[in-house]
């Protein structure tokens, strides 16, 4: 007695379309990648270095907090706020040069002479360190 079994496909049909569905979503995935850095990437950068540098004059305020009578509980006065974000492939070396031209400019201390070298003492050797001092 011989049994006529039929051999089974390794996979069912039903999985070998569910990868195919997988490949054709992956395969227009890439394709809109490609599309959005080679024909769309120019005007993306254009974008991004014009809103790199934004310059304002009015002074940031920080939190204030209130109580639920909406009486201010702590409040400080508002100050300018300056970032700066190097490009990339700035060398500490060339970080220091621009620290250095920018402090002609720039007062970080109060003008108190106690209160300056308090300051001063306040920052850390991280901090130094950032900027490339130590």
């Known amino acids: 007695m011989k049994k006529n079994k039929k051999k089974r496909a390794q996979l069912p049909f039903r999985l070998n379309i569910l990868f195919f569905v997988v490949f054709l979503l992956f395969a227009v995935l890439i394709l809109q990648l490609g599309v959005v850095q080679i024909l769309n990437g120019e005007d993306f950068q254009e974008e991004i270095e014009r809103t790199t540098q934004d310059t304002t004059k009015?002074?940031?305020?920080?939190?204030?907090?209130?109580?639920?009578?909406?009486?201010?509980?702590?409040?400080?006065?508002?100050?300018?706020?300056?970032?700066?974000?190097?490009?990339?492939?700035?060398?500490?070396?060339?970080?220091?040069?621009?620290?250095?031209?920018?402090?002609?400019?720039?007062?970080m201390f109060d003008p108190d002479s106690e209160q300056r070298e308090k300051q001063k003492k306040s920052i850390t050797e991280r901090d130094k360190k950032n900027i490339g001092i130590c």
């Open 58 to 107: 009015l002074p940031v305020p920080r939190g204030e907090i209130y109580d639920r009578n909406h009486q201010v509980i702590a409040k400080n006065k508002p100050m300018y706020a300056i970032t700066y974000t190097p490009p990339k492939g700035v060398q500490p070396k060339d970080r220091l040069e621009v620290a250095q031209l920018l402090s002609e400019y720039i007062d």
